[in-house]
């Protein structure tokens, strides 16, 4: 068993987080990729942007709607 570098067969892109996502929720058992990925985001906004959370960009994420800096 080999501690060193992790494979990488091709470069993190953007288009690939949609399959990733699949491949997450189909690990995990999930059938809601949607309700999945609203989870995902608004979790990763709690740990990296703890500050910028509040109710109205709760209240964005939930609805669906894009959220756009003033």
């Known amino acids: 068993m080999s501690l060193?570098?992790?494979?990488?067969?091709?470069?993190d892109l953007p288009f690939a987080v949609v399959?990733?996502?699949?491949?997450v929720a189909g690990c995990k058992g999930i059938a809601d990729?949607?309700?999945?990925s609203k989870?995902?985001?608004h979790n990763t906004?709690?740990?990296?942007?703890p500050q910028d959370l509040?109710?109205?960009?709760d209240a964005?994420?939930?609805s669906g709607a894009s959220i756009q800096n003033s």
């Open 39 to 41: 989870t995902l985001y």
């Open 33 to 36: 990729i949607e309700g999945l």
């Open 54 to 57: 509040d109710a109205s960009a």
């Open 4 to 11: 060193g570098l992790p494979l990488r067969r091709s470069p």
């Open 60 to 62: 964005q994420l939930e």
């Open 45 to 49: 906004c709690r740990l990296f942007f």
């Open 19 to 23: 399959q990733v996502l699949e491949v």
